[in-house]
C-alpha cells in the first residue's frame, strides 16, 4: 500500500508554488520521489521552494507564471514538455481572495468581478485545457483546489465563492470528459489553513478565535495538505476521479465555520 504512495519517476506542476499550500503541496510531492516544476508570479519565492525540492534530491524547474493569462500558462506546459519530455500531474493551485474580498455586491465592480474569477476559475480550467492537450494519450493526474466557501456562503467573499463552487464542477465536468483518456481530476478543498507560521499576538489570536468554532479545535497548518496532494496524484487514488475533498477539521460538516459577519449586529459587521 505504501508503494502506491511512491511518486518516483514522476514530474509534478505546481502553480501557486512558492509559498502556502501550493510550496508544501510541492514539498511533500518531492519527499515522495516526484520531479516539480514550480510555477508562481513571484520568481523569488518559487526558487526558494526549488531549491529545498534539489535538497531533498530531487529535480526542481523554476518558470513564472501568471496563471490569469492563459498564453502563460500554455507556455508553461510547453516548458516542461521541452525540458523534462513531459510530465503526469498538474496541481492548479494558484488562486486569492481578489480585490473584491470584504466588499458588500454594490461596491464590487466589473473588474474586481473578473479578476476575482480570473484568478481562481478561469486559472483552472487554463491549467485543465493546456495540460489536457499533452495528457490524452497518455493518462494523467489533474488536480484543482477550491475552499470551504465554495460550498457555503460568505458575505465576506462573494466572487471569490462563486469562483471556487465554479472551481468544484469544473472539476466534475473534467472528470466525466477526461475519463476515456485515463486522465483522474479531483479537487482539494481547504478550510481554514495558516498559510505561513504566525507571531503576532493579534494573528495568534485571531486563528485561537477560528479555531474555537472548528470541531477539531483549530485551525489547518499548510503541511497538512501535502499528504492528500500525494494521494490523489499517485496510484494509491487509482479509482478515485471526479471528488471534491473537504480538509477543514470538520468545519463544514459541523456547521461552525463563520460566514464572516453577525447579522444580529447589522449588514457590513464583521462577526468576532
Known sequence: MLESLRMDGRRVIVTGAGRGLGREMAL???????DVVCAARTSEQIEGTAEEIRQRGQRALVVPTDVTDSRQVDQLVQRTVAEWGGFEVIIANA???GGSAGKLVNEISDADWRDTLDT??????????????HLHERGGVIIT??????????ARLIAYGAAKAGVITLTQGLATQLARYQIRVNCI????????????????ELARRQGARIPAGRVGEAWELGPLAV???SDASSYVTGEAFVIDGGGLAGGLAPTGWDVTAGIGQAAT
Request: hydrophobic share 45%; aromatic share 8%; with cysteine.
Open 120 to 133: 481562481n476559475l478561469s486559472s483552472a480550467f487554463y491549467c485543465a485545457r493546456a495540460a489536457s492537450v
Open 95 to 97: 488562486g486569492g481572495g
Open 28 to 34: 511533500h510531492l518531492a519527499a515522495a520521489g516526484a
Open 189 to 204: 478543498v481547504p478550510g481554514f489553513v495558516l498559510q505561513r507560521r504566525i507571531e503576532a499576538e493579534d494573528e495568534i
Open 231 to 233: 494521494y490523489l496524484a
Open 145 to 154: 483546489v477550491a475552499s470551504g466557501t465554495a460550498l457555503r456562503g460568505d
